[in-house]
């Protein structure tokens, strides 16, 4: 049993769905009188781990599938504002791919398909094939410039603006990109095109590692396999025979190699 302000996550082998929970909606009704509704039954759900204690769930930040194939997600990169639409929708689409498991025990079957995508994206980031606008940050400036100790990228970026002439307040949105050198932004809305040889590549490429391992990493070891027999986050726990086993050749989201060439010419479309 999970329980997060006004939410609960119940498991019961058995239990598919939603008239297998009934009974125990209305008996929490007529118990506490307050209303309560199914949102829905879970094929599988990961609750990821606590910044203090990696062995412990939490349960504001997970991403799951219903029954129906379709995915709920909560406090990962791709709910976040500020996370560029490329890396956004690379794990969004991670999560598509792994949704096409019918249940925990399946998702060894989808894995490697999950690491294939990964390893084309991060090459089309790599080898220049994503447009700039993918790659745009959304940040809020949270203060006035002149109260900024140490100005933040977002405050950064508005410094660029103003110069030319742009006024920002603080509670409003600013687009940038990541670049190389000092300042280490560019303020997307400047007049001058940004030059694309200095965009910092290996910053993307960490964002976009950290974004999939958000994913991918807790049921790694599950499909992976490793020091323990089941993994902590996925629920239901399942007992899944490793993908190493029987000669298969492990793959493993940690191999993903950072590398800090960037093409002069953007190509392709969206990914």
Same mark, same amino acid.
């Given at each position: 049993?999970?329980?997060?302000?006004?939410?609960? #996550?119940?498991?019961?082998?058995?239990?598919?769905?939603?008239?297998? =929970?009934?009974?125990?909606?209305?008996?929490?009704? @007529?118990?506490?009188?307050?209303? +309560?509704?199914?949102?829905?039954?879970?094929? #599988?759900?990961?609750?990821?781990?606590?910044?203090? /204690? *990696?062995?412990?769930?939490?349960? /504001?930040?997970?991403? &799951?599938?219903?029954?129906?194939?379709? +995915?709920?997600?909560?406090? +990962? *990169?791709?709910?976040?504002?500020?996370?560029?639409?490329?890396?956004?929708?690379?794990?969004?689409?991670?999560?598509?791919?792994?949704?096409?498991?019918?249940?925990?025990?399946?998702?060894?079957?989808?894995?490697?398909?999950?690491?294939?995508?990964?390893?084309?994206?991060?090459?089309?980031?790599?080898?220049?094939?994503?447009?700039?606008?993918?790659?745009?940050?959304?940040?809020?400036?949270?203060? @006035?410039?002149?109260?900024?100790?140490?100005?933040?990228?977002?405050?950064?970026?508005?410094?660029?603006?103003?110069?030319?002439?742009?006024?920002?307040?603080?509670?409003?949105?600013?687009? =940038?990109?990541?670049?190389?050198?000092?300042?280490?932004?560019?303020? #997307?809305?400047?007049? @001058?095109?940004?030059?694309?040889?200095?965009?910092?590549?290996?910053?993307?490429?960490?964002?976009?590692?950290?974004?999939?391992?958000?994913?991918?990493?807790?049921?790694?070891?599950?499909?992976?396999?490793? !020091?323990? !027999? *089941?993994?902590?986050?996925?629920?239901?726990?399942? /007992?899944?025979?490793?993908?190493?086993? &029987? &000669?298969?050749?492990?793959?493993?989201?940690? /191999?993903?190699?950072?590398?800090?060439?960037?093409?002069?010419? +953007?190509?392709?479309?969206?990914?």
């Amino acid at each position: 049993l999970h329980m997060y302000v006004d939410g609960l #996550w119940v498991h019961k082998d058995g239990c598919k769905t939603p008239a297998d =929970f009934e009974a125990l909606l209305a008996d929490i009704t @007529e118990r506490t009188g307050l209303p +309560i509704s199914l949102d829905g039954v879970y094929r #599988w759900v990961v609750f990821l781990p606590s910044r203090v /204690n *990696e062995r412990v769930p939490v349960p /504001n930040r997970y991403f &799951g599938v219903f029954q129906d194939g379709s +995915i709920k997600v909560r406090g +990962i *990169e791709c709910r976040r504002r500020d996370t560029p639409p490329f890396i956004a929708k690379t794990q969004m689409t991670i999560m598509e791919i792994l949704a096409k498991a019918e249940d925990a025990e399946h998702l060894k079957e989808v894995y490697p398909k999950a690491l294939a995508f990964v390893h084309m994206e991060m090459e089309a980031l790599r080898a220049g094939r994503v447009p700039l606008e993918k790659l745009l940050v959304s940040q809020k400036l949270s203060r @006035e410039l002149c109260e900024y100790s140490s100005p933040s990228p977002a405050a950064r970026a508005v410094r660029q603006l103003q110069e030319d002439g742009k006024v920002v307040r603080p509670g409003q949105r600013v687009r =940038f990109l990541f670049t190389l050198g000092k300042p280490g932004v560019r303020a #997307w809305d400047v007049p @001058e095109p940004p030059d694309l040889r200095y965009v910092d590549v290996k910053r993307y490429q960490t964002l976009l590692k950290r974004a999939v391992e958000t994913v991918l990493a807790p049921i790694g070891q599950s499909v992976n396999g490793g !020091k323990d !027999k *089941e993994c902590p986050y996925l629920f239901p726990v399942k /007992n899944i025979k490793p993908l190493g086993e &029987g &000669g298969t050749q492990q793959l493993d989201v940690h /191999n993903l190699s950072p590398d800090h060439s960037f093409r002069n010419a +953007i190509q392709g479309g969206e990914h």
